[in-house]
Structures are given as structure tokens and as C-alpha cells.
């Protein structure tokens, strides 16, 4: 047993020292090991500093291209509708639902601007209203300035209209009108990364923009410090998971359209004579492909379109274009047809002695459709995933969109919009 106790008492010397050359060796092996894991770090951080120098350095020729590079504009198409068809109607009901019919038929053929013209005599006599229009403050007819509220009424997304329509003697049986359904009718279930908003006016620091009700629950904070009351379109950016707060920028009308393809609504023009349907064009260089309609025009059917970047097509009232051009006070010209690009009768052997306006807006834009030859044409707008993955992605718990309930994935839903 004594021999026992001096072996283990020997042995216990050694296993100290074999354990503490061990940790020595352990700790030399882990400051090599950290000492070259600095070193991978630091060629991964140099690697990384590198690459966001060339990312910046592409983005910021990217940017100077783009600036150089005329931006694109797409090819537009106008109406021009005379006011004084509200007259021809029986009643106050039928007025309204008369103008709801032009709006239908704008919001089908996708029409960019849709102008209202004084086809008669503007005397003093003449009761006459005012109206916003896209060009400012105008004064015109009661029957124009009707038609041309109406046309703005039906083409203003629901959630707005409290904003920019008060109760009015014009709209008193708007109630009767066939919705739009226009794509930029958006509800808060739709998940779209572009909505028309108005600007209110809540309080934001100095200098951090303005906060627009888009149609959700929570404003979108803008960068732009913009006037209260003013309707705008948004883009809205891609919402951190968790976030309670929506930021978005503000956008031209035509850039959903650009971006996606989708149809976003027309403008409404007030023109008190004819001429002016030309003169006053927001268009810098007019339109390059004007055309009347008339069952005195040529036959369709011989129609070949040029190319064209704005297009305007003008129907006359109930005694025709002559009788616009008759009352005008600028144009000198006594055959309609001179004015045009081209004057076309858009249905040849008609059976009707007359074709009234609004069915005449359906049948010839239903007949040039296929016809025109526009310079930009707007990209297709699909239902597709590639379209869906470029919409808002990601919103706030209490406006995440519907889920489709065969993938579970997130819908980018415009197929109703009303």
C-alpha cells in the first residue's frame, strides 16, 4: 500500500505538467488561428469596400446616362366630345347617366385626356359655370361644365372623391352611374405599389416631408413638402416586417403606367370652342394625328394610320362637326374636313339616319383600335408572378394584402377594383 501512494503521488506531478503543455499549445494554436482569421476578415472587408466602390461608381453612371437620355414618353390618345349632348337629354337623370356613358368609353379604350368642347354660341346669355380643369380655373357653359365634372367624378378613386367633390347640383344623381372600375380604383386590400393620394395636412417636422392618405389605414410619409389638398400619385416603398409606419415617393401620373403597363385614368380639358381643342393642347408640340368623324368622311375602311406620339379623335354633337366649325370665331375654314389629318365615316351603310355620340365614341374607337400605330406603346400589363414580386412586398401587420389560398403567397390583385 505504501508503494501504491509514492507511484500515484509521483504519477501526479507529471499529469500537471503534461496538462499545462497542452493549454500552452492550445492557446499558441489559437492565436494563430484568430491571427489569420483577422487576416480573412480584413481581405473579405477590402473585398466588400471594393465592390460597393464599383457598385457606387456603376449607379452613379447609371444615373449620368439616365440624365443624358431623353426620358421616355408614351404615345397618348384624346378625345373631344361637345358639351351641348347633355342638352339632347330628357331629364336630369339621363344627363348624368349620358356623361357616365362617355366616361365608360374612355376608361375601356385606355384614353389618356378626354377635352370638352363649346360647340355653340358662348353669348353672355348663355348660363355658364365654372370648373377646375387640368390647365387651371375655366369658365364655360352649364352643359360643358357639367359633362366635364361628371367625367372627373367617375375617374377619381372612391377613397378620394370626399376630398375634391362636395355636395353639388351637378352630381345630385351621381349615384346612378356605373363605376369605372379603373385599375387606379384601388381598395385597401389590393396590394399595388402605386396609389392616388391626397395631401393632408398633419403635422410633420420641419423639413421631412408631408404625409398622404393613400386609401389605408396609415398616411404614406413623402419626402417632398407638399400643399394640403393636392392629389398626387405615390409610390410606395417596401415596408420592413414589423413596421407600423408607410413611406412613399412622389411620382408623375404617367410613371405607373410607364413602370407597369396598367392603365391609370384619364384628364379632363374644358375647351370653349373648337379651336381651342387644338390651341390649348398640353402637349408641347400638338397632336400629330388629328382625326374627325362624320358620315360625310371617308370609309374607314381605307384608313391607314401613320405613326404618331398624340393622337386626338373629335366627334361632333347633334348637327355634326359643321356646326361647331360654324360657330367658331378663330377657324376660317368651311369644310370640317380641312382641319383633320383625317376625316373618316366610321360606319359605312349605317342603319340609323343619326348615330348619337356616345355610340359613336364606342364604335370608332372599337374601329381604330386595331388600326393605330403608336410610337411608345405602354407595356403589357400581366398578371404575373414578375409583375406581383414588384409590388409592395411587405406591409405592416394590419395591412398585409389577402393571401391566395393555393400557394400562400402574396396576390397582386387588380382584377376588381370597385
Given at each position: 500500500?505504501p508503494?501504491?501512494k ?13 496538462e499545462?503543455?497542452?493549454?500552452k ?5 489559437r ?11 480584413a481581405?473579405?472587408k477590402a473585398e466588400?469596400a ?5 457598385a457606387?461608381?456603376a449607379?452613379?453612371?447609371?444615373e449620368?446616362?439616365k ?6 414618353e408614351?404615345?397618348?390618345?384624346s378625345l373631344?366630345v361637345p358639351?351641348?349632348?347633355?342638352d ?5 337623370e339621363l344627363?348624368?347617366?349620358?356623361a357616365?356613358?362617355i366616361a365608360r ?6 384614353v389618356?385626356?378626354?377635352v370638352v ?5 358662348s353669348?353672355?346669355t348663355?348660363?355658364k359655370?365654372t370648373?377646375?380643369d387640368?390647365?387651371?380655373?375655366k369658365v ?8 366635364g365634372?361628371?367625367?372627373q ?17 351637378d352630381?345630385k344623381?351621381?349615384?346612378?352611374l356605373n ?7 384601388l381598395?385597401?386590400?389590393n396590394?399595388f ?6 395631401v393632408?395636412?398633419k403635422?410633420v ?5 408631408s ?5 389605408l389605414?396609415a398616411?404614406?410619409?413623402v419626402?417632398k413638402i407638399?400643399?394640403p389638398?393636392?392629389?398626387c400619385t405615390?409610390r410606395?416603398?417596401?415596408q420592413?416586417e414589423?413596421?407600423k ?6 411620382v408623375t401620373p404617367?410613371?405607373?403606367r410607364?413602370e ?5 385614368g ?7 370652342s373648337?379651336?381651342q ?11 400629330d394625328?388629328?382625326i374627325?368623324?362624320s358620315?360625310?368622311?371617308?370609309s ?7 405613326s404618331?406620339k398624340h393622337a386626338?379623335?373629335?366627334?361632333g354633337?347633334?348637327?355634326g362637326?359643321e356646326s361647331a366649325?360654324?360657330?367658331?370665331e378663330?377657324?376660317k375654314?368651311?369644310?370640317?374636313s380641312l ?7 366610321t ?6 339616319r343619326?348615330?348619337r355620340?356616345?355610340?359613336?365614341i364606342l ?7 386595331s388600326r393605330?400605330?403608336?410610337?411608345e406603346?405602354?407595356i ?6 414578375e409583375?406581383a414580386?414588384s409590388?409592395?412586398s411587405t406591409f ?12 400562400n403567397?402574396t396576390?397582386?390583385d387588380l382584377s376588381?377594383f370597385d
Amino acid at each position: 500500500m505504501p508503494n501504491e501512494k509514492v507511484s500515484m503521488a509521483q504519477e501526479k506531478p507529471q499529469k500537471k505538467q503534461t496538462e499545462s503543455k497542452s493549454w500552452k499549445d492550445t492557446n499558441r494554436i489559437r492565436k494563430i488561428e484568430r491571427k489569420k482569421w483577422k487576416e480573412e476578415r480584413a481581405i473579405k472587408k477590402a473585398e466588400k469596400a471594393k465592390l460597393q466602390e464599383a457598385a457606387k461608381e456603376a449607379l452613379q453612371a447609371a444615373e449620368h446616362q439616365k440624365s443624358q437620355e431623353k426620358p421616355r414618353e408614351l404615345s397618348t390618345m384624346s378625345l373631344a366630345v361637345p358639351g351641348s349632348i347633355l342638352d339632347n337629354a330628357q331629364s336630369a337623370e339621363l344627363r348624368t347617366y349620358l356623361a357616365g356613358q362617355i366616361a365608360r368609353a374612355a376608361c375601356i379604350f385606355q384614353v389618356d385626356e378626354v377635352v370638352v368642347y363649346d360647340d355653340k354660341n358662348s353669348s353672355s346669355t348663355a348660363k355658364k359655370s365654372t370648373i377646375d380643369d387640368a390647365q387651371g380655373t375655366k369658365v364655360s357653359r352649364q352643359c360643358c361644365v357639367q359633362l366635364g365634372r361628371i367625367l372627373q367624378y367617375l375617374e377619381c378613386p372612391q377613397y378620394l372623391r370626399k376630398h375634391f367633390f362636395p355636395i353639388h347640383n351637378d352630381l345630385k344623381f351621381a349615384g346612378i352611374l356605373n363605376p369605372l372600375d379603373a385599375p387606379h380604383h384601388l381598395r385597401e386590400q389590393n396590394n399595388f405599389k402605386f396609389r392616388e393620394g391626397v395631401v393632408t395636412n398633419k403635422p410633420v417636422g420641419n423639413g421631412k416631408g408631408s404625409l398622404v392618405y393613400v386609401g389605408l389605414k396609415a398616411d404614406a410619409h413623402v419626402d417632398k413638402i407638399l400643399t394640403p389638398g393636392l392629389r398626387c400619385t405615390v409610390r410606395l416603398d417596401p415596408q420592413p416586417e414589423g413596421s407600423k409606419k408607410l413611406r412613399g415617393t412622389v411620382v408623375t401620373p404617367s410613371q405607373p403606367r410607364l413602370e407597369t403597363g396598367v392603365y391609370w385614368g384619364y384628364n379632363v380639358r374644358i375647351a370653349n370652342s373648337l379651336s381651342q381643342v387644338f390651341s390649348q393642347s398640353p402637349y408641347k408640340n400638338g397632336y400629330d394625328l388629328t382625326i374627325g368623324t362624320s358620315d360625310k368622311g371617308d370609309s374607314i375602311d381605307t384608313f391607314e394610320s401613320p405613326s404618331y406620339k398624340h393622337a386626338l379623335v373629335v366627334f361632333g354633337g347633334l348637327d355634326g362637326l359643321e356646326s361647331a366649325l360654324e360657330w367658331d370665331e378663330v377657324l376660317k375654314a368651311e369644310d370640317p374636313s380641312l382641319l383633320f389629318d383625317s376625316y373618316l365615316n366610321t360606319v359605312p351603310d349605317q342603319g340609323s339616319r343619326t348615330i348619337r355620340t356616345e355610340e359613336a365614341i364606342l364604335v370608332t374607337m372599337a374601329a381604330l383600335r386595331s388600326r393605330l400605330n403608336p410610337e411608345e406603346k405602354p407595356i403589357a400589363f400581366e398578371h404575373s408572378e414578375e409583375i406581383a414580386q414588384s409590388s409592395v412586398s411587405t406591409f405592416p401587420q394590419k395591412f398585409t394584402p389577402q393571401k391566395s389560398t393555393d400557394n400562400n403567397t402574396t396576390t397582386n390583385d387588380l382584377s376588381r377594383f370597385d
